[in-house]
Every structure is written in structure tokens, then in C-alpha cells.
Nanobody
């Protein structure tokens, strides 16, 4: 059983940056597809970015060119660098680890972008 713990959220002004971290423990990390999702008030959870175990990357159109996902398998950690933040990026951000027959979630970290 893998546990995921997010950190790095907070309050930032529009145009600012934040770096989210997700530390994994308790299991094999390198073979998981690691992703970041977010859920804004009144909206469904949506995928933000995914770093596949093969190395491929997916970004939602809304964050392309502004967010960067990376992972360090040696430290069992995945990151989300968020630049040029906008008020519409305000949400709870969740870390996700997915593999064959497994789907792990962190508890989330709040990101608030003020205008």
C-alpha cells in the first residue's frame, strides 16, 4: 500500500509561482503513473498533469506552458512546478499514483491564487 503526502500549497498572487511536492512511501513507486489532479469548489476533479512510468507526459490544455511535472524515482517524489498562476487555478490539488489494479490518492493541498 502506497501512501502519498502532498505539500507546498498556499496563497499566492496572480502571476506568482508555487511548487507542489508529493512524497510516496510504503511501496513501489517507479512503476506507477504519477499525476496531479485538482478540484475547485463546485466542480469535478480534473487531471492537471501526468508523468507516466515510461517517461511520457500529459498536460491539460489549461496549464500547458505554465506547469511542469517531474518525478524523482530515487526519492519517491513527484513535483508540480506552477508558474504564471491565475485565479482560476485555485483548487485543492491531489497527487495520484496509478498502476495495474492500484489507484492511490493523497489528501490534497490547497492552492489559492488571488487576483
Amino acid at each position: 500500500q502506497v501512501q502519498l503526502v502532498e505539500s507546498g500549497g498556499g496563497l499566492v498572487q496572480a502571476g506568482g509561482s508555487l511548487r507542489l511536492s508529493c512524497a510516496a512511501s510504503g511501496g513501489t513507486f517507479s512503476n506507477l503513473h504519477m499525476g496531479w489532479y485538482r478540484q475547485a469548489p463546485g466542480k469535478e476533479r480534473e487531471v492537471v498533469a501526468t508523468k507516466f512510468s515510461s517517461g511520457g507526459i500529459y498536460y491539460a490544455d489549461s496549464v500547458k506552458g505554465r506547469f511542469t511535472i517531474s518525478r524523482n524515482n530515487a526519492y519517491n517524489t513527484v513535483y508540480l512546478q506552477m508558474n504564471s498562476l491565475k485565479p482560476e487555478d485555485t483548487a485543492i490539488y491531489y497527487c495520484n499514483g496509478r498502476g495495474p489494479r492500484v489507484d492511490y490518492w493523497g489528501q490534497g493541498t490547497q492552492v489559492t491564487v488571488s487576483s
